[in-house]
């Protein structure tokens, strides 16, 4: 067990006991309210076929405005607000990095304005407008697997309206026959060649494309936390808002695919500004794609990551080392000349299709943990398994439910640098009791009407932070969701 630098062990919050109560009985009174609020929405016209469903057979998203199958052109738009709070819990002692232990609330939104072009019709341009604002619990620190993907986690920032997404798209056909394709804000296209290259360059997300799961993958309609939408151990490239400059090669078949990219990573740790200078940074990801699940005759989807990063990175035992000889100050995981170090890691994630509207997934990730968490999170390995439920099981074709237990964890000598005082882009509470931070989450989102969605969220999470002697800590949440 890593030992507490308590700084006066002052306790903050509510007690332990009381705490695990509170959390208990709000987990019970939400999970209560996402049920309740079921028949209360107008019940969706029309019928689905009574059939089990594929992970890309799963109903496509109502919207506002129709949008055409024929046209060149793409413009649609999504906005997505979350309200989240927490109630006091138990905390020993708190840092400069910690989720605070009071009472807190918090409103994020995100607008976006999508559009596309087809040039022919095997090559378009996109090109995305985006406006982000609000702020997460304590400015979205103290959790390795944050309550909220939605939150830019740099408020200084600001709220001006910003290009998300610009990129060029090309599709080279190998193959004659063609399949059918949903059309939407990342292709335009609505069929595809069945096989196929596939190139991108520009600014986008490289979330947009790798380590993708329907079940667990949209903070807009699903699960919230940032560990659970997407494998917390994968850190890669981004700015911190989330986007990139890169080139992206996917080849893609009936049975499997394989998707490479190239891309820019910041010049500081969750920075704004990337280094364009791929001799000094770079980010390297790889990732093969199997089209059929664990069990004979009902899909799914394997998937197996890679990736390796270069960067302006720090040690965590050098950082320890320098404390050790010098214990005067908390140690610096930045305080090093400009040197070329190396994160590299795999993921693991899969979709299967367990019964009529059942589809359970997981991911497991993991990095080497010994160089500084650069651009995601700090979360050096993770697992997680859960289920999604699609409102057909219930006769109500849109509605969507889920639950998923996710447990992080970090390398023996990051946790070492957090119990010395060391602080982390996100994490810093002073001082570390070491335990994995465990997180559960359950979410319902109700279709109301055309594009307009909404539903609540729970989120009960142990060791936040890896910090035994902080929490447990129950976030409520309630998201409005609208498709244009």
């Known amino acids: 067990m890593i030992g507490t630098r ?7 919050g509510v007690s332990k006991r009381s705490g695990q109560q509170l959390a208990f009985v709000l987990l019970l009174a939400l ?10 929405f107008t019940q969706d016209a029309g019928s689905m076929a009574d059939e089990a469903v594929a992970p890309a057979e799963t109903p496509a998203i109502q919207t506002m405005f129709p949008h055409s199958s024929e046209t060149r052109y793409w413009i649609s738009g999504q906005a997505n607000f979350i309200f989240q709070t927490h109630p006091p819990f138990y905390a020993l002692y708190s840092g400069t990095n910690s989720l605070q232990p009071y009472y807190e609330k918090a409103t994020s939104r995100v607008l976006t304005l999508y559009t596309g072009y087809q040039i022919t019709k095997s090559i378009e341009v996109l090109l995305d407008v985006e406006e982000a604002g609000g702020q997460g619990l304590s400015q979205a620190l103290g959790l390795a697997g944050f309550t909220n993907l939605d939150v830019v986690r740099n ?8 290009l998300s997404r610009y990129m060029y798209h090309q599709v080279f056909a190998l193959s004659p ?3 059918e394709a949903a059309r939407g804000p990342l ?29 667990g993958g949209d903070s807009h309609l699903q699960f919230m936390n940032w560990a659970v939408d997407q494998n917390g151990a994968y850190d890669y490239a981004a700015d911190t808002r989330g986007y990139t400059f890169g080139v992206i090669l996917e080849y893609q078949s009936p049975k499997w695919g394989l998707r490479f990219a190239e891309a820019l990573l910041p010049t500081v740790a969750n920075g704004q500004d990337l280094h364009w200078n791929l001799r ?31 960067a302006n990175m720090g040690i965590y035992q050098v950082a320890n080392d320098e404390y050790l000889a010098n214990p005067v100050a908390p140690p610096d995981i930045t305080n090093h000349p400009p040197q070329v170090t190396t994160k590299y890691g795999f993921g ?14 997981g991911r497991f990730g993991w990095n080497n943990g010994k160089t500084e968490s650069w651009a995601y999170t700090e979360i050096d390995q993770t697992v997680q398994v859960g289920a999604g439920f699609v409102g057909r099981l219930w006769k109500r074709s849109y509605d969507r439910a889920g639950v998923v237990f996710v447990s992080n964890g970090i390398s023996s000598e990051h946790a070492r640098y957090l119990s010395f005082g060391g602080l982390g882009f996100i994490l ?9 931070e465990t997180i559960f989450e359950t979410y319902y989102t109700g279709h109301v009407w055309r594009g307009l969605f909404l539903g609540p969220d729970l989120q009960y999470i142990v060791n936040p932070g890896y910090n035994q002697v902080r929490g447990p800590v129950v976030v409520p949440s309630f998201r409005v969701h609208l498709d244009f």
Do not use: C
């Not at 408020?155 to 910003?162: D, I, K, Q, S, V």
């Not at 810093?428 to 009791?433: A, C, E």
């Open 177 to 179: 026959e063609k399949t």
């Open 6 to 12: 308590d700084r006066g062990r002052k306790v903050h």
């Open 31 to 40: 999970w209560a309210a996402g049920l309740a609020v079921v028949p209360a």
């Open 187 to 215: 292709s335009t296209f609505s069929e595809l060649p069945t096989r196929r290259l596939e190139l991108r360059f520009g600014k986008f997300g490289m979330s947009d494309f790798f380590d993708l799961n329907s079940v």
């Open 280 to 310: 000094k940074a770079n980010a390297s990801n790889v990732e093969f794609e199997l089209h059929r699940g664990f069990l004979k005759k009902k899909d799914g989807i394997i998937r197996v990551l890679a990736f390796v990063n270069n």
């Open 428 to 436: 810093g509470d002073g001082g570390l009791t070491y335990g994995r």
């Open 155 to 162: 408020p200084t920032l600001g709220e001006a309206p910003y």
């Open 348 to 361: 693991f994630n899969f979709e299967q299709v367990l019964a009529k509207n059942i589809l359970m997934y």
